[in-house]
T-cell receptor, first 110, second 113 residues
Framework: NAGVTQTPKFQVLKTGQSMTLQCAQD?????MSWYRQDPGMGLRLIHY???????DQGEVPNGYNVSRSTTEDFPLRLLSAAPSQTSVYFC?????????FGSGTRLTVV | SQQGEEDPQALSIQEGENATMNCSYK?????LQWYRQNSGRGLVHLIL?????REKHSGRLRVTLDTSKKSSSLLITASRAADTASYFC?????????????FGTGTLLAVQP
């Protein structure tokens, strides 16, 4: 049972480039979400999904897109990377209230 | 945002001592959870306390919740070096509709051997 798998673990982008952070879970959880973690600011919610085909914005959605075509996958797309998007990104899933987190993607935008 | 605030931001203690972390939040909640994050890793769920509960125990962890003060505390007893990590509180105010959790800023706990 892999839980929540995030790829890649590390990524360096140039300003203006686009990329997709992958998140997959094998627990058949309906709810999935993306957070970014910055020093001194805790985790901030970017986007979330309550099931396949349904997504909604969190606290800091600007510059990011998501889709949920399957229950298992919830990719996060950076449309045009900016240095302000340098962060550690975490994906999480849940069936009830308790979250299971992935191990994170450390993204640097130069 | 109803982000929780943890206090203190950082805490350093000796092995065997107790560690207490506090969390304050802004709006009514259904439950409050505590998570732990080891350096460079994802968060791991520790304990959940519902809004109608006042205290809960799990091993060396004791959580209290005071909904009138909108605050919670996490007590780790007889701390070990392996307890060194960041600890976050998270609140769910969605009524179960979305499972959306809002996290606090965390307390960095260092347990000296």
């Amino acid at each position: 049972n892999a839980g929540v798998t995030q790829t890649p673990k590390f990524q360096v982008l140039k300003t203006g480039q686009s990329m997709t952070l992958q998140c997959a879970q094998d627990m058949n959880h309906e709810y999935m979400s993306w957070y970014r973690q910055d020093p001194g600011m805790g985790l901030r919610l970017i986007h979330y999904s309550v099931g396949a085909g349904i997504t909604d914005q969190g606290e800091v959605p600007n510059g990011y897109n998501v889709s949920r075509s399957t229950t298992e996958d919830f990719p996060l797309r950076l449309l045009s990377a900016a240095p302000s998007q340098t962060s550690v990104y975490f994906c999480a899933s849940s069936h009830g209230t308790v979250y299971t987190f992935g191990s994170g993607t450390r993204l640097t935008v130069v | 945002s109803q982000q929780g605030e943890e206090d203190p931001q950082a805490l350093s203690i000796q092995e065997g001592e107790n560690a207490t972390m506090n969390c304050s939040y802004k709006t009514s909640i259904n439950n409050l959870q505590w998570y732990r994050q080891n350096s460079g890793r994802g968060l791991v769920h520790l304990i959940l306390i519902r809004s109608n509960e006042r205290e809960k125990h799990s091993g060396r962890l004791r959580v209290t919740l005071d909904t009138s003060k909108k605050s919670s505390s996490l007590l780790i007893t007889a701390s070990r070096a392996a307890d060194t990590a960041s600890y976050f509180c998270a609140t769910d105010a969605s009524g179960g509709a979305t499972n959306k959790l809002i996290f606090g800023t965390g307390t960095l706990l260092a347990v000296q051997p």
